[in-house]
């Protein structure tokens, strides 16, 4: 479903990824751990060109772009086949509830308003919304808000979903519900990256874990692998320090 062949970002001089090569499968969960600034929310930027990777070949489905030639038409297209959740929310304010979901449908997919209503209505009740539909992101909780973003993600039906750090801004008491709908997006057969802190997590939802440090992939492997008998000592210490 995705392959990364070979990416490589720079901010200026700075090599942030240093060669990022990895696949996901249709339908597969993969988690991303690794230190702050090891480049996970860069390298998820890059696979939807919120930042332009500096060289490298990205591929999602039967679309195959090479960073150095993208054109527009393959930006879009790439665009097109993600949806982002991220660790502000990033929800328009002067919307609802239920206009922060259409939005999407009816700008970006140029779906009619009747249809994008009545599919937003269906996804937030699936992530426990109903009866919040005409409220605005101030009158909502931090869990609640981060509920609303991963139905603006889930109505656009992407090939995968991405989300970065999703419950890290959340009070402590909130992270459980948003974590809960998550797994249950998992469950339904999603095709996703996460990029997150939280290991019990990370272990329960992943068919497979990425250990990133430094720009690159020091280790990856089933969650039981990574967990328990990871093999570099990088990941035993980054393990260790996270406990
Ligand atoms: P992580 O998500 O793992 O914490 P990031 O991808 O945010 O790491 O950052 C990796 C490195 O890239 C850090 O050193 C960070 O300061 C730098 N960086 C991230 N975004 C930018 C940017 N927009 N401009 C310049 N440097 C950036
Ligand atoms: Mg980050």
Known sequence: MIKLENIHKYYDSQHVLKGIDFSVNKGEVVSILGPSGSGKSTLLRCINFLEQPTRGIIEISDKRVDAESASKADITALRNSTAMVFQQYNLFKNFTVLQNVMIGLTSVKKIHKVEAKKISMEILERVGLTNRLNHYPSQLSGGQQQRVGIARALALKPEVLLFDEPTSSLDP??????????????NEGNTMLVVTHELNFAREISDRVIFMEDGMIIEEGTPEQLFNRPKAERTKQFLRKAI
């Open 173 to 186: 008491e909130l992270v459980d519900e948003v974590l809960t709908t998550i797994k249950r997006v998992a």
